[in-house]
T-cell receptor, first 114, second 111 residues
């Protein structure tokens, strides 16, 4: 079945550092790929998505590019802030909008220190 | 987009009892999904609920333990039955409206 693997956390960085959170997937066909973020005490929120190969999703300074050849969707941000501290989940869906449910990675806890 | 209201937001329950979680959406949706997030783990899909038919359960989840209702296109409930401490998790409902949207979650602690 489909699966998502993302780097283990916690990841601790200083403010203004460059961020990469790795995500790779195993799936048949051409799934859509997502990054979700869960801030402390809040629900899960969609951060960005990409629906086909070479698409780049971006939001709030975060970017991720759908790499079919390496089955990856790494999350990057050039300069992180303390407010970016959260748990980040990589996910995939076999339909563009997630109608069949989502397959999530285990999440990466990001801690940004001032 | 979709706005999802889920309640209760948290509860502490005695083992052997049951808890029903409600999920209300501000628009009509065909399918609603229920997920579980165990401590330190990712989200796991419990079941998919379509209005007018029985819910479809994922491997490892059964209707007797997690009965689901879907009386109309904007509402669903998930019941966690005969609870044990292992059921302590966050339970989330989700809908798809040009993308997946999640409720705030119900944090359940079973003692």
């Amino acid at each position: 079945g489909d699966s998502v693997t993302q780097m283990e956390g916690p990841v601790t960085l200083s403010e203004e550092a460059f961020l990469t959170i790795n995500c790779t997937y195993t799936a048949t066909g051409y799934p859509s790929l997502f990054w979700y973020v869960q801030y402390p005490g809040e629900g899960l929120q969609l951060l960005l998505k990409a629906t086909k190969a070479d698409d780049k999703g971006s939001n709030k300074g975060f970017e991720a590019t759908y790499r079919k050849e390496t089955t990856s969707f790494h999350l990057e941000k050039g300069s992180v802030q303390v407010s970016d501290s959260a748990v980040y989940f990589c996910a995939l869906s076999q339909s563009g909008g997630g109608a069949d449910g989502l397959t999530f990675g285990k999440g990466t806890h990001l801690i940004i220190q001032p | 987009s979709a706005v999802i209201s889920q309640k209760p937001s948290r509860d502490i329950c005695q083992r052997g009892t049951s808890l029903t979680i409600q999920c209300q959406v501000d628009s009509q949706v065909t399918m609603m999904f229920w997920y579980r997030q165990q401590p330190g783990q990712s989200l796991t899909l419990i079941a998919t609920a379509n209005q007018g038919s029985e819910a479809t359960y994922e491997s490892g989840f059964v209707i007797d333990k997690f009965p689901i209702s879907r009386p109309n296109l904007t509402f669903s409930t998930l019941t966690v039955s005969n609870m044990s401490p292992e059921d302590s998790s966050i339970y989330l409902c989700s809908v798809e409206v040009l993308g997946a949207f999640f409720g705030q979650g119900t944090r359940l602690t079973v003692v």
